[in-house]
């Protein structure tokens, strides 16, 4: 069963950046990860994601060019560098792994598809 572990949120400054960092535990193969995003009162939604096999990336629009997702596969994880940080990114943050090996948008932005997800992580952005 694989296990899903987010760390790195915290509380910084508009214009400041975070790393979140999110390991698949005992995941034996690379697979699909998500990074998704909920603020108070409203729904998850998707932020970003990355393909197991050639690690093409997707992204909302509202965070294309300030945040990137990327990989490491010997350790099993996955980050989210958020860098330009803006009050409307405050939300607690999920990343989830899917069992099935899925690689487009349609695909991976939709919170169904994934099996396993993380507590999550809060994030605040002050203005």
């Known amino acids: 069963q694989v296990q899903v572990e987010e760390s790195g949120g915290g509380a910084v400054q508009t214009g400041d950046s975070l790393r979140l960092s999110c390991q698949a535990k005992?995941?034996?193969?690379?697979?699909?990860m998500g990074w998704f995003r909920q603020a108070a009162g409203q729904a998850r939604e998707f932020v970003a994601a990355?393909?197991?096999?050639?690690?093409?990336?997707y992204y909302r629009d509202s965070v294309k060019g300030r945040f990137t997702i990327s990989r490491d596969d010997a350790k099993n994880t996955v980050y989210l560098q958020m860098n330009s940080l803006k009050p409307e990114d405050t939300a607690d943050y999920y990343c989830?792994?899917?069992?099935?090996?899925?690689?487009?948008?349609?695909?991976?932005?939709?919170?169904?598809?994934?099996?396993?997800w993380g507590q999550g992580t809060q994030v605040f952005v002050s203005s």
């Open positions: 990355i393909s197991w096999n050639d690690g093409v990336q």
């Open positions: 005992r995941a034996t193969t690379p697979l699909p």
């Open positions: 989830a792994a899917a069992a099935y090996y899925g690689s487009s948008r349609s695909y991976l932005e939709r919170e169904e598809q994934y099996d396993w």
